[in-house]
């Protein structure tokens, strides 16, 4: 299939299409849709920003359209579950539009707000229900949803729904999916406990890989600066400085990493704001649509709260601190190069983090190149050096860093307006292990003289 003008979709659908100006399926979408309009089980391994929304909601209301069915209240016909809220909130954006020109219903059931709305909703009648599973499970239990109408059940970022400590919820809502019905699945990456899942899930689905597991997104260029722990703030400042960054992502490990980083970029004039599962729903809304708009041009993050959010034009994604797992980066970095367009992703990389890198370029396959302007406080190690040819070289491309370069830790430690508590190490993060032991040596030595 090389146009959606080849499919046998309903005018409805085609309308919406031409609305939305798509007349190119992407691969993921040309691999998957003419199967799962024949009704068969679709594997998609594909992560955000390859266009799997559509991939799986265009044959649902292609379906749904030809049956011209009222929809019943509580017994939805078509599942959708996703990870998170943010995520749940875009793929409920596009059942509504690509499905604008259809009179059907779509329900959004998610945690951390009242499901007073939610509960209405269901009770209405939706023939497509977009949920995440825990406050599913508490509407099944009180009632609200029967599963047994279910035709077509997608699970979407299945990967980070398992991540996310979902899989008991998950065995619970299949339970009570019915046999005879249509089965949907993408995930970003193929661990073997995803295999096992979609196995028991799937019967004899249309495969199709449009990230392969040993590769990175293609057309983001990708930098390591190997820097101090104290030195990282300086070095963001820095960065952000730069007149090529217009929207960026900055990723912490923590949520009050995230809530301190925000703060300090805010009182350092940077426009910033945090978004992480502590925040309310209707906060991290906000500060989502406030990036959108360019009201905010940060947007610091967690791995989850960032996952599935779908803004064009994000030129960089910063590594502020590591992912602890290597897949997170392949998932934080794809924010940036989306519709494609190119995009840069930074990642400051501290001594004891050392060993994430090294798991990233496993499972990615390949070295992450040096930052040209590289904090001279903490150089690679020999293998580093030897291994890794600086980006400029690796890319054969002109020197696309920072702006403004000559990022050294005693320039970050002149940097004004910065507490000198923080420069050494009164930061969000802890200190490196070896340099607190020394410091308590230092202070046993004292203790005894
Ligand atoms: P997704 O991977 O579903 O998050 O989609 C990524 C982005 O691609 C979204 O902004 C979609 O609106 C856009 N998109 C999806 N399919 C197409 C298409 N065939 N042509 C152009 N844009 C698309």
Known sequence: ???????????????????????????????????????KDVLGCAQTGT??????????????????RKATPNRPLVLVLAPTRELAIQIGD???????????????????????????????GAHILV???????DLMNQGYVELDQLEVFVLDEADRMLDMGFLPDLKRIIKELPNQRQSLFF????????????????????????TPKQTSVERIEQQVFFVERTGKRALLQQVLSGSDVDRAIVFTKTKRGANMLAQKLLLGGVKAAAIHGNKSQGARQRALEAFRQKQVEVLVATDVAARGIDIDGVTHVINYDMP????????????????????????FCSADERGDLRAIENLIGQKVPLAPNQPKAEPPTAA????????????GRRNSGPKRPTSTATEAQQTPNRNPAEVAGGGDTPKPRRRRKTQQRRQRTKQTT
Request: charged share 20%.
């Open 131 to 137: 949920a995440t599973p825990g406050r599913l499970i």
């Open 324 to 347: 602890l797992e290597p897949e997170s980066y392949v998932h934080r970095i794809g924010r940036t190069g989306r519709a494609g367009a190119e995009g840069m992703a930074l990642s």
């Open 51 to 68: 266009g799997k929304t559509a991939a799986f909601a265009l044959p649902i209301l292609n379906r749904l359209g030809q049956q011209d």
């Open 384 to 395: 580093d050096a030897t291994d890794r040819k600086p980006a400029s070289q690796a890319r």
């Open 1 to 39: 299939m090389k146009t959606f003008a080849e499919l046998d979709l309903i005018p409805a659908v085609r309308r919406a299409l031409a609305d939305e100006k798509y007349e190119i399926p992407t691969p993921i979408q040309a691999q998957t849709v003419p199967a799962a309009l024949l009704g």
């Open 187 to 210: 995930s970003a990456t193929m661990p073997p406990k995803i295999t096992e899942l979609s196995q028991s899930l799937l019967r004899k689905p249309v495969s199709v890989n449009v």
């Open 94 to 124: 596009s059942f509504a539009t690509y499905g604008k020109h259809l009179a059907l219903r779509h329900a959004l059931v998610y945690g951390g707000v009242s499901q007073v709305n939610q509960v209405r909703a269901l009770n209405r």
